[in-house]
């Protein structure tokens, strides 16, 4: 596990710019792994930048989410498909149809996710996989006491990480009780995993993550089990590591 600590989300931006730019320009059919929530922002911010200012082409990439609420209506602004369009893919040159996420919409969820799985699988797997943490240590949405071994399925979210979502929606009642999230067998077949963490409200998760044992209870340190990861934090976020 590479652990790179940097002054200020901007620079971990660039940096994680260029390991993007680097595959987007050396590989024929790159696929990216993209998280949501606000750790990734400054990151999609760079690679929009290099888009309309350097003409970095995203066409020939595919694009898998990590996951997605269960119950909100098809097209709800903060849908994680909405949101990734938003921020990311209708803002450079990769068409709709390219960028995929869990179908937190479907009638039967358990296949949703099965799908989900074989459809990143035939996709050749994914390159690069960005991944923020929550305040509890859950990677997508892997909460304390997912199983490390875990595909893409129907999962609860704890009251804290719905409190923390709480500022994307209106009222704390209304942001979702389930996602359909990978699992962390799903995450773990990405080839290079790269996490973003800012601020020091992230300071004890990513001590768990980074020095603590490998254990359910903090789903995040499951990437000390991968080959190729690198964890990119501001000061604030790096506080709680010896
Ligand atoms: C979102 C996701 C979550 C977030 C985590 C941190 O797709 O998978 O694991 O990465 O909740 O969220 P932020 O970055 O908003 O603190």
Do not use: W
Request: hydrophobic share 40%; charged share 25%; aromatic share 4%.
């Amino acid at each position: 596990m590479e652990i790179v600590i940097l002054k200020s989300a901007d620079e971990i931006a660039t940096v994680v710019g260029d390991a993007i730019e680097d595959l987007l320009r050396t590989h024929e059919a790159p696929v990216l792994g993209l998280a949501t929530g606000s750790s990734p922002l400054p990151v999609y911010r760079e690679i929009v930048r290099r888009h309309t200012e350097e003409g970095l082409s995203l066409a020939h990439a595919r694009a898998f989410l990590l996951d997605e609420y269960v119950g909100l209506p098809h097209g709800h602004p903060e849908s994680y498909r909405e949101v990734i369009r938003r921020e990311l893919t209708g803002l450079v040159d990769i068409d709709e149809s390219r960028v995929q996420g869990p179908d937190g919409g479907s009638d039967d969820i358990a296949s949703a996710g099965r799908r989900y799985d074989e459809a990143i699988r035939a996709a050749g797997g994914v390159d690069l996989q960005l991944l923020g943490i929550g305040s509890d240590g859950h990677i997508a949405f892997n909460e304390p006491g997912s199983s490390l071994a875990s595909r893409t399925r129907l999962k609860t979210l704890t009251e804290q990480t719905r409190q923390d979502n709480a500022r994307f929606f209106d009222h704390v009642d209304d942001v979702p009780y389930h996602v359909l999230t990978q699992g962390l067998g799903t995450i773990m077949e990405a080839r290079h995993l790269v996490l973003v963490a800012t601020g020091a409200g992230k300071a004890e998760a990513v001590a768990a993550m980074v020095e603590g044992p490998v254990s359910q209870l903090c789903p995040g340190s499951v990437t000390q089990m991968h080959p190729h990861v690198t964890v990119l934090l501001d000061e604030d976020a790096a506080a709680g590591l010896r």
